[in-house]
């Protein structure tokens, strides 16, 4: 029985995850669970898995979850008890789903300890790649993504020479807005970027697809997942979400991963790498698919998608900027802030002000994340 830490347990993922596990009673026992904030939720998950720690992160909240939580189980807080949770000596498998920049620290010191990493936390690999992949390599750690479309090229390539490949095909739905114009998103509300047509997700990676910001981050962790140029990464828009992503290789052919759009598998894939076992749930019927459409994306309409590329390509603390830019205005947007335009405006108001430092460290990338959240609070858009 493999014992498993989730960071970000109350999180669509992490409760996903949790649904995995509780479907296969006996393969896994969970060791850590690690919140936000959330510990109503944290308490039933507490009673129904047992786990030995559990972190709440807010300090505010972890005192609050004192008072309701069983006194079996020891709660620890910030950023300390989130390294607790990713490097217990008896976890072998980390599933690293917190969402935004919190979740840096804990998926590097994770690999530090030896842990094998389920990643879902893309910002890790768009700000620290070039941190991590090189850690894990040396410490014989074994990534395995969770994004359908990461996961989708890591089936493709199983058991394939890698470098045969010619180019990886990153499949996008297009998000509730594909077809629009630029005109068209001046006036789009919260409530309209919150209804995707495919997935069910969090507020943040729903507003994500929204601007396309979702796939320029998929892009940058595609890069360091499977060590290719950013040149040989293709985005597709394929909106029945049924191919989540292909790969080609030199001799033309090209392998793609097909499935219903269900986080569980990714999930599921991670977990239980290399076998595959039984997932309840819908199956595809191509019958009553009928076709699958293509098209090419937007790049600028959706200026979020073109931005990620030049940052990509930069390097350096560029992604970093890039992210936390969009964090800020993820946040204002739904806080109804800003408008929708404003996302792929402010991000890049922020790439065109930045002096690129190359090759930074942890302290750094988190001090330029700092900096950008200072001069956006004190600037605006």
């Not at 936390?121 to 750690?141: D, F, Q, R, W, Y």
């Not at 509730?176 to 005109?183: D, E, H, L, S, V």
């Amino acid at each position: 029985m493999r014992k498993i830490s989730i960071l970000g347990s109350t999180g669509s993922i992490g409760t996903q995850a949790l649904e995995v596990l509780r479907d296969n009673p006996g393969d896994f026992k969970v060791e850590c669970l690690a919140v936000k904030s959330n510990y109503n939720k944290l308490n039933e998950q507490i009673r129904e898995f047992s786990p030995k720690i559990v972190c709440v992160y807010d300090e505010k909240a972890a005192n609050e979850a004192k008072k309701v939580l069983p006194d079996t189980v020891e709660i620890v807080t910030g950023m300390d008890g989130l390294i607790m949770c990713a490097t217990m000596e008896s976890v072998d498998i980390v599933v690293g789903a917190v969402v935004g920049m919190i979740g840096v620290r804990p998926v590097i010191e994770a690999v530090r300890a030896g842990k094998d990493i389920a990643l879902a936390n893309k910002e890790s690999l768009v700000t620290a790649g070039h941190i991590i992949m090189p850690m894990a390599k040396e410490k014989g750690v074994s990534i395995y993504p969770v994004d359908s479309e990461h996961s989708a090229i890591f089936q493709a390539l199983h058991g394939e020479n890698k470098r045969s490949v010619s180019k990886i095909i990153l499949t996008a739905s297009g998000g509730p807005f594909r077809g629009r114009k630029k005109t068209e998103l001046e006036k789009v509300t919260v409530e309209d970027a919150l209804k995707h047509p495919n997935w069910l997700m969090g507020k943040k990676i729903t507003i994500d697809s929204a601007t396309m910001v979702n796939k320029g981050l998929e892009v940058m962790e595609a890069k360091w997942l499977f060590d290719t140029d950013i040149d040989r990464i293709q985005v597709l828009i394929q909106p029945q979400s049924v191919i989540h992503s292909m790969v080609e290789f030199d001799d033309g052919a090209v392998i793609a991963q097909l499935g219903t759009p269900d986080m569980r598998l990714p999930i599921q894939y991670a977990l239980y790498y290399p076998d595959r076992i039984y997932l309840k749930g819908e199956r595809l019927d191509f019958g009553k698919i009928g076709h699958l459409d293509f098209e090419e994306p937007d790049y600028e309409t959706f200026e979020g998608l073109s931005l990620a590329l030049r940052a990509g390509k930069t390097g350096g603390t560029m992604p970093t900027v890039y992210n936390a830019a969009n964090e800020c205005a993820v946040a204002m947007f739904l806080d109804k802030k800003i408008a929708f335009l404003d996302i792929p405006a402010l991000i890049r108001k922020m790439m065109e002000n930045h002096t690129v430092i190359d090759n930074p460290d942890v302290d750094t990338i988190l001090a330029v994340e700092e900096e950008v959240y200072n001069r956006i609070s004190k600037e605006g858009i």
